[in-house]
């Protein structure tokens, strides 16, 4: 049995995928069943996933394929009959398949592209092409601060960076400094010492020593919203 949500929820996706060949979105998912954020999107595909009516497809996090729907338009117990029945004609109904090649990760909160702050906070997702992507585990940072601007990484862009606990001279990491506080910065290393240089000529680069510095990942791509 499905609640009134569920039951919207699954026609909605369904009409989509028959539609456009496409699932929608987390945030179209939302305003159409007038959610007041995301998580509740969630719960329900949980919910739909673990009844049998829908499934994810795998590597695309997002890409939603429906396998079967309740028979009717009310949510009162029904029979279960899957999509793929063969009709009065004898022609099976095809399971519409989404196209999109968009996949969830982690968006672990706002980090540092100046003086340091915290990261890693938060458990909310983030859609990004595949295209932006490479191989890997992945997580996004929202960028606080302007001391990366002549890189090209401003005030509200979204970092994403790929999980790494080594990096090379000269590449943009994610720093865990003392444990306690993330930064967005140019890697070097020198006399022994680790060099956290900005891409602003108004800020200085931070020195540490080598134990004070841990990589949690590269910059592998950005994300930016024009509003």
């Known amino acids: 049995m499905l609640t009134a949500k569920q039951h919207e929820l699954l026609h909605f996706i369904h009409a989509r995928l028959e539609s456009t060949g496409i699932s929608p979105s987390f945030e179209e998912m939302k305003d159409a069943l007038d959610l007041k954020s995301k998580s509740g999107v969630h719960r329900l595909i949980g919910a739909l996933e673990e009844r049998g009516f829908i499934r994810r497809l795998a590597n695309r996090a997002r890409a939603l394929e429906v396998i079967k729907m309740p028979e009717g338009g009310s949510t009162k117990p029904a029979n279960v009959t899957p999509i793929d029945a063969p009709r009065k004609s004898g022609t099976p109904k095809q399971i519409p398949v989404a196209a999109n090649d968009v996949m969830e990760v982690p968006l672990h909160g706002r980090i540092a592209a100046g003086v340091p702050i915290e ?109």
Do not use: W
Not at 120 to 129: F, H, M, R, T, Y
Not at 197 to 221: C, M, R, S, T, W
């Open 119 to 227: 990261a890693l906070e938060g458990q909310e997702s983030l859609s990004v092409p595949m295209a932006l992507l490479g191989a890997g585990e992945h997580f996004a940072l929202e960028v606080s601060g302007d001391s990366m601007v002549e890189a090209g990484i401003f005030d509200g862009d979204y970092a994403l960076i790929r999980k790494t606990e080594t990096a090379r001279d000269g590449e943009i990491v994610v720093a865990l400094v003392r444990g306690e506080e993330a930064t967005l910065k140019y890697l070097r290393q020198e006399n022994g010492q680790v060099r956290l240089d900005p891409a602003n000529a108004a800020y200085e680069p931070q020195v540490y020593g080598p134990g004070e510095v841990q990589i949690q990942g590269k910059l592998a791509g950005l994300l930016r919203r024009y509003h």
